[in-house]
């Protein structure tokens, strides 16, 4: 029942958006897109009533970056963000890394699978597993590398940026890919389970959401840096800010793009070794030695 009724204002919006786009507030869609606005209301229903249904919940910390990660996705999407975002680079940038970096790590902290797959309907589920099985083979760490640097970095090849930006179709691609590829990767990188039930130990995971910084290091300071202006689309269609130059419009994109993401992949770094440090923790506290063993405790102080 709760599904109808978003659905239901999932049309009624779209229908404003149609009949009436220039009186809505700030916090609903310029551009209207059914399949964002829509999953953006369901996960949340999904996660919170699988939640619900699960006898060992999430803690708190790890729902509020589901939530977060959702609310993200919302406000650069569907709000009136994506309007000043199509007229400044520096704030498309910002768009580009809310979907591809903050979202989906906040989406991998969470670790939602169980509460999401308790939470939606049961043909849905079936559906997301049997459409799952034949790219499984993307969950590899380096596969998981190879589409996140794809669907981030095509797109900040100057005449596919442009193509992007002046067609709405390829312009929700360039989002929805960029979004999808994010998940994909940090959902690999920040898998919290042991080997097994996770197919890949935790120092493959560390290093692949580690080593993926430099090549995204190496154009984001290329576009800081360079006084070339690579992304004419923005002076073409003018900027919402005439006060900030090509250039320095250029600058804070390209910055935008280098430095938040480099932290994060530090940081995904430092959650990885630090669930392999809590696995290691628990697997020594469940250790049953066999009967006559003997134990030599040492500290790694030595003493």
Known sequence: MAEFWLLLLTVLVGGLCHLVPARLPFLLPFVFNPVVFT????????YWRGVKRLAEKPGWVRRRFFYAGVLGVWFVLQTHFEYIAQHMFFLNRTQAVVLGMVAPFCAGISWPGAAL?????GWLSRGAVAAWRPVRFLSHPLAAMVVFLFTTDIWLIPSVHFDAMIDPALY????????????????VV?????????RYSYLARAGTGFF??????????????TTKDLFSFYELCGRLFPSISAQHDQLLGGLIQWIPPGMMNVAALIITLNALRLAEMKADADFV???????YEAKWTGL
């Open 172 to 187: 929700a691609v360039m989002n929805l890919s960029c979004l999808a590829g994010g998940v994909l990767f940090w959902m």
């Open 212 to 225: 993926v910084m430099f090549p995204q290091i190496a154009i984001g300071a290329y576009i800081a840096l």
């Open 39 to 46: 999953g953006c209301l369901l996960l949340p229903l999904w």
């Open 190 to 198: 920040l898998d919290p389970r042991p080997k097994p039930p996770c």
């Open 289 to 295: 030695p066999p009967k006559g063993a003997k134990i």
């Open 117 to 121: 797959a308790a939470g939606v309907p």
